[in-house]
Nanobody, 126 residues
Framework: QVRLVESGGGLVQAGGSLRLSCVAS????????MAWFRQAPGKERAFVAS????????LYADSVKGRFIISRDYAKNTVYLQMNSLEPEDTAGYYC???????????????????WGQGTQVTVSS
Protein backbone atom coordinates (compact mmCIF):
# COMPACT_ATOMS: atom_id res chain seq x y z
CA GLN A 1 0.00 0.00 0.00
CA VAL A 2 0.96 3.65 -0.22
CA ARG A 3 3.24 4.89 2.52
CA LEU A 4 3.89 8.50 3.46
CA VAL A 5 6.76 9.51 5.71
CA GLU A 6 7.08 13.05 7.05
CA SER A 7 10.19 14.66 8.46
CA GLY A 8 11.62 18.07 9.28
CA GLY A 9 9.62 19.09 12.34
CA GLY A 10 11.19 20.51 15.46
CA LEU A 11 11.32 23.35 17.94
CA VAL A 12 11.82 26.88 16.65
CA GLN A 13 11.37 30.40 17.95
CA ALA A 14 8.69 32.70 16.60
CA GLY A 15 9.77 34.22 13.32
CA GLY A 16 11.88 31.22 12.38
CA SER A 17 11.54 28.77 9.51
CA LEU A 18 11.27 25.04 8.95
CA ARG A 19 10.98 22.85 5.87
CA LEU A 20 8.87 19.71 6.12
CA SER A 21 9.28 16.78 3.73
CA CYS A 22 6.87 14.02 2.76
CA VAL A 23 8.23 11.03 0.86
CA ALA A 24 5.65 8.86 -0.91
CA SER A 25 6.08 5.25 -1.99
CA UNK A 26 3.99 2.35 -3.30
CA UNK A 27 2.19 3.98 -6.25
CA UNK A 28 3.05 6.34 -9.11
CA UNK A 29 3.76 9.60 -7.39
CA UNK A 30 2.64 11.94 -10.17
CA UNK A 31 -0.91 10.55 -10.10
CA UNK A 32 -1.50 11.51 -6.46
CA UNK A 33 -3.29 14.53 -5.11
CA MET A 34 -1.36 15.60 -2.05
CA ALA A 35 -1.80 18.01 0.81
CA TRP A 36 -0.60 19.04 4.25
CA PHE A 37 -2.86 19.16 7.29
CA ARG A 38 -2.17 20.00 10.91
CA GLN A 39 -3.75 19.15 14.23
CA ALA A 40 -3.24 20.77 17.60
CA PRO A 41 -4.27 19.04 20.85
CA GLY A 42 -8.02 19.16 21.36
CA LYS A 43 -8.68 20.51 17.88
CA GLU A 44 -9.82 19.00 14.61
CA ARG A 45 -7.37 18.29 11.83
CA ALA A 46 -7.21 21.38 9.61
CA PHE A 47 -6.12 21.99 6.04
CA VAL A 48 -2.82 23.77 5.46
CA ALA A 49 -1.82 23.46 1.79
CA SER A 50 -2.38 21.37 -1.32
CA UNK A 51 -0.53 20.99 -4.61
CA UNK A 52 -1.69 20.03 -8.10
CA UNK A 53 -0.18 17.02 -9.87
CA UNK A 54 0.31 18.78 -13.21
CA UNK A 55 1.24 22.46 -12.92
CA UNK A 56 2.41 22.13 -9.34
CA UNK A 57 0.62 25.25 -8.14
CA UNK A 58 -0.29 25.55 -4.49
CA LEU A 59 -3.49 26.20 -2.58
CA TYR A 60 -3.32 27.51 0.97
CA ALA A 61 -5.38 28.07 4.06
CA ASP A 62 -5.89 31.75 4.84
CA SER A 63 -3.97 31.37 8.09
CA VAL A 64 -0.73 30.43 6.30
CA LYS A 65 -1.06 32.27 3.00
CA GLY A 66 2.01 34.36 2.28
CA ARG A 67 4.11 32.48 4.85
CA PHE A 68 4.08 28.83 3.71
CA ILE A 69 5.02 27.42 0.31
CA ILE A 70 4.21 23.92 -0.93
CA SER A 71 6.29 22.31 -3.67
CA ARG A 72 7.08 18.88 -5.08
CA ASP A 73 10.02 17.01 -6.56
CA TYR A 74 8.83 14.22 -8.87
CA ALA A 75 12.28 12.66 -9.16
CA LYS A 76 12.45 12.20 -5.39
CA ASN A 77 8.74 11.38 -4.86
CA THR A 78 8.68 14.16 -2.30
CA VAL A 79 6.40 17.03 -1.35
CA TYR A 80 7.76 19.89 0.73
CA LEU A 81 6.23 22.51 2.97
CA GLN A 82 8.45 25.52 3.50
CA MET A 83 7.23 27.38 6.58
CA ASN A 84 8.42 30.93 7.16
CA SER A 85 7.60 33.55 9.79
CA LEU A 86 6.37 30.86 12.14
CA GLU A 87 4.03 31.83 14.96
CA PRO A 88 3.10 30.04 18.20
CA GLU A 89 -0.32 29.42 16.66
CA ASP A 90 1.38 27.20 14.07
CA THR A 91 2.28 24.68 16.78
CA ALA A 92 0.74 21.34 15.81
CA GLY A 93 1.37 17.91 14.43
CA TYR A 94 1.75 18.19 10.67
CA TYR A 95 0.48 15.39 8.47
CA CYS A 96 1.00 14.57 4.82
CA UNK A 97 -2.06 13.28 2.96
CA UNK A 98 -2.49 11.68 -0.46
CA UNK A 99 -4.87 9.80 -2.71
CA UNK A 100 -5.04 8.62 -6.28
CA UNK A 101 -6.48 11.11 -8.74
CA UNK A 102 -6.42 14.77 -9.63
CA UNK A 103 -6.91 17.63 -7.23
CA UNK A 104 -10.57 18.26 -6.35
CA UNK A 105 -12.55 21.38 -5.59
CA UNK A 106 -12.93 20.14 -2.00
CA UNK A 107 -9.16 19.78 -1.56
CA UNK A 108 -9.46 21.06 2.03
CA UNK A 109 -11.58 18.06 3.14
CA UNK A 110 -9.75 15.37 5.12
CA UNK A 111 -12.20 12.72 3.88
CA UNK A 112 -10.97 12.80 0.27
CA UNK A 113 -7.48 11.60 1.24
CA UNK A 114 -7.04 7.89 1.79
CA UNK A 115 -3.39 7.77 2.80
CA TRP A 116 -1.81 9.59 5.73
CA GLY A 117 1.60 9.82 7.27
CA GLN A 118 2.26 9.49 10.98
CA GLY A 119 2.99 13.17 11.39
CA THR A 120 5.86 15.38 12.43
CA GLN A 121 5.65 17.76 15.37
CA VAL A 122 6.22 21.49 14.95
CA THR A 123 6.52 23.60 18.09
CA VAL A 124 6.97 27.36 17.92
CA SER A 125 7.98 29.22 21.06
CA SER A 126 7.20 32.87 21.72
Amino acid sequence: QVRLVESGGGLVQAGGSLRLSCVASGRPFNTYRMAWFRQAPGKERAFVASITWSAGSGLYADSVKGRFIISRDYAKNTVYLQMNSLEPEDTAGYYCAADEGRIRTDYYNTQIYKYWGQGTQVTVSS
